[in-house]
């Protein structure tokens, strides 16, 4: 018997803590699982079990090389999922959650070109711009516009968004045009319910300006936020790629932009499992090889470094892939 069928022999005795339980089970006489495991401590010089007529122990080193041996076990079969994937077609439902706009925007017609690529995959995407609960709710992946709360989620950094500050013409005649983004405690705000605070970040000449708003009008959805803006309801901060058409047609118009604030972070974020599904992966790589092609998610870099998340012992993260 090799050692990499040692050591698993050896795990399993720990785990069922019987060696007539793993000889049952691996079809041996007890006899020779006692004869296999007396091997793998007479080659390395020690002693894993304490071993009595009713019960068996782990010595400190037992219990180390349990934990050693249990993680090398883990990592092949890891591996050999793996390659054992990438013989196969991928198969299995994509459960998806993205913000409504975007979803309809960028996120619908990406997910037909990733149907072409691979077909075996089905989709069930859900728009809405609440923050779904993944494990929960049963998403394997979710679009998410700013900064991510602590939570045991792995992150990937796909695009940015740059931010704008809109109005109506109309609006704007009547209420006036702020020149500072001091100026706008004078005006009506148009808030997010869920995604932003009512706390706007600008950029001057001496770095970050945060001006607190308030305004009668606040909504989940960023499609209803840009209706109130075009219905002379108010201002409002929102992502660029929201209202791109409605700016060059002349509908909206942009202000403060000497003021202009950060790119506003775009990351998909899904459970954290050791090994992670050859779906999402191929998913998450592939939206963001394409949003690299799209301009209005991919604005000149912040000027500043972007926090990044912070994390709870245990959660897995990576914002910079």
């Given at each position: 018997m090799?050692?990499f069928?040692l ?25 020779s699982?006692s004869?296999?495991?007396?091997m793998l ?27 050693r ?22 198969t ?21 070109s990733?149907r072409?690529q691979f ?13 779904a ?8 992946v ?32 009547k ?16 808030t ?8 706007w ?23 209803a ?10 201002i ?17 118009v ?27 992966k ?12 799209v301009?209005?998610l ?8 972007v926090?990044r ?9 990576d914002?910079?892939?």
């Amino acid at each position: 018997m090799d050692r990499f069928k040692l050591m698993k022999l050896f795990v399993r005795i720990v785990e069922t803590g019987s060696f007539s339980a793993v000889a049952r089970e691996l079809d041996m006489l007890q006899p020779s699982v006692s004869k296999h495991m007396n091997m793998l401590e007479q080659s390395l010089g020690v002693r894993f079990l304490n071993r009595t007529t009713r019960k068996i122990s782990l010595t400190d080193a037992g219990r180390e090389y349990f934990e050693r041996c249990q993680r090398i076990i883990d990592d092949v079969n890891e591996l050999e999922t793996e390659v054992l994937g990438l013989q196969n077609k991928p198969t299995g439902t994509l459960r998806i959650s993205s913000p409504v706009a975007f979803g309809q925007i960028y996120m619908l017609p990406l997910l037909l070109s990733f149907r072409n690529q691979f077909s075996g995959i089905g989709i069930d995407i859900s728009l809405d711009d609440r923050y779904a609960d993944l494990v929960q709710e049963g998403f394997d992946v979710a679009i998410r516009f700013g900064e991510l709360e602590d939570s045991q989620l792995v992150a990937r950094h796909i695009g940015s968004s740059a931010r704008v500050c809109v109005a109506s013409a109309s609006y704007l005649s009547k209420n006036g045009t702020p020149q500072t983004p001091n100026e706008l405690k004078n005006h009506n705000c148009i808030t997010y319910t869920h995604l932003f605070s009512s706390v706007w970040p600008f950029r001057d000449a001496k770095g970050l300006v945060s001006i607190k708003v308030a305004g009668n009008f606040r909504a989940n959805s960023g499609y209803a936020i840009r209706d109130a803006v075009m219905n002379d309801v108010g201002i409002a901060l929102v992502p660029a790629l929201l209202v791109k058409d409605e700016i060059e047609s002349g509908t909206l118009v942009s202000i403060l932009n000497d003021y202009a604030p950060d790119p506003i972070r775009i990351t998909a974020v899904y459970p954290s499992t050791r090994l992670t599904p050859r779906k999402v992966k191929l998913f998450v790589d592939f939206i963001k090889d394409e949003f690299v092609k799209v301009p209005l998610l991919h604005p000149s870099k912040p000027s500043r470094p972007v926090p990044r998340l912070r994390s709870k012992p245990g959660v897995v993260v990576d914002v910079n892939r």
